[in-house]
């Protein structure tokens, strides 16, 4: 929670977007609380990031996002799929112990001690359908993306603003939601409607989940073999793809100081080398945001400070 250094003063915490706040009684010793005065901004709901990754191919990538995520002070739940990107995660959970990673892997025992390498995008989806059903709001996105900063107030206050019960992102090139960033509040109705969908989905694997969040939506005209009935209604609104979630697939306006989100959408002609291009990618941007140099310590985020960064900066390697 705490936002600033010691002895920070209640202008300096407040210049940097955090939150002043009285002391919260004495200690053992009579002394003021140790409870830090300079706090950083919490979600007002309770929110859970899940994401997932599967193959060896990803393993390297995933102790630098939970790094990051600590560093963001993200909650997430990693379904890490697969011996080699579970261990990474289980190897990175412990060693951020207390930062909120958790690790998950439906297919673990194995009965002889080994992880399969099987993996199923599916699994991603029954820990939202849990976390609605507990009255948790979810935050889910794909592993091939990247968040400049916590995006979980923003997504509250946008949700708020449309009357929203689902958030997804885009890209610039098509009118349809893309499953790379999907936020949704819990109600009952969203609990509801995600249980149909996940039912469906699991009975009807051969189509595309994606597809069928824009069918049962009714957020575009695209139809689904054999749509669930009585589904309650629930309101689905695209986030903005032109500066704040964006994506490869369609471009980005560059505007840096709105920047949150960046996904490595699959291009309409997919080279064979663009999952190893993704990787790179991602390992050159986690690199730089976890270099001891990168300060978001007074709650800039990475896009801003990329943004100011000169020529010789580590940072401006990496626009």
Not at 101 to 113: A, F, N, R, T
Not at 193 to 215: G, I, S
Request: charged share 25%; proline share 4%.
């Amino acid at each position: 929670l705490e936002c600033g250094f010691s002895g920070i003063e209640a202008k300096d915490c407040r210049a940097r977007g955090c939150i002043w706040d009285s002391p919260r009684g004495l200690d053992w010793a009579g002394q003021s609380s140790s409870w830090p005065r300079c706090q950083r901004p919490q979600p007002a709901r309770k929110v859970l990031a899940v994401t997932f990754v599967w193959g060896k191919r990803w393993a390297a990538l995933v102790p630098r996002f939970c790094a990051w995520a600590a560093r963001l002070r993200l909650e997430v739940a990693i379904v890490a799929m697969g011996s080699a990107c579970r261990a990474a995660c289980d190897a990175a959970a412990a060693a951020l112990a207390g930062s909120g990673i958790s690790c998950w892997d439906p297919l673990l025992d194995e009965g002889d001690g080994s992880v399969s390498e099987r993996g199923s995008i599916l699994q991603r989806h029954v820990m939202v359908h849990l976390l609605l059903q507990l009255g948790v709001d979810a935050l889910a996105f794909d592993f091939d993306t990247f968040l400049f900063e916590d995006p979980r107030r923003r997504l509250e206050a946008i949700a708020e603003e449309e009357g929203a019960d689902i958030l997804m992102a885009r890209h610039l090139d098509a009118d349809c939601l893309n499953m790379g960033l999907i936020y949704i509040r819990a109600s009952a109705r969203t609990a509801e409607w995600y249980y149909h969908y996940l039912k469906w989905l699991h009975q009807h694997l051969y189509e595309r989940e994606q597809r069928a969040m824009n069918a049962l939506t009714g957020f575009t005209k695209q139809t689904v073999s054999f749509m669930p009935k009585d589904l309650p209604r629930v309101k689905a609104v695209a986030l903005d793809d032109a500066n704040e979630f964006v994506s490869s697939r369609g471009g980005w306006l560059g505007d840096w100081s709105q920047l949150k989100f960046f996904h490595w959408v699959n291009p309409a002609e997919t080279a064979s080398s663009w999952a190893d291009t993704k990787i790179s990618d991602l390992k050159a941007i986690y690199e730089a945001a976890l270099h001891p140099t990168t300060d978001t310590s007074a709650g800039v985020s990475l896009a801003t400070l990329m943004a100011r960064a000169g020529p010789h900066d580590l940072l401006w390697l990496q626009r």
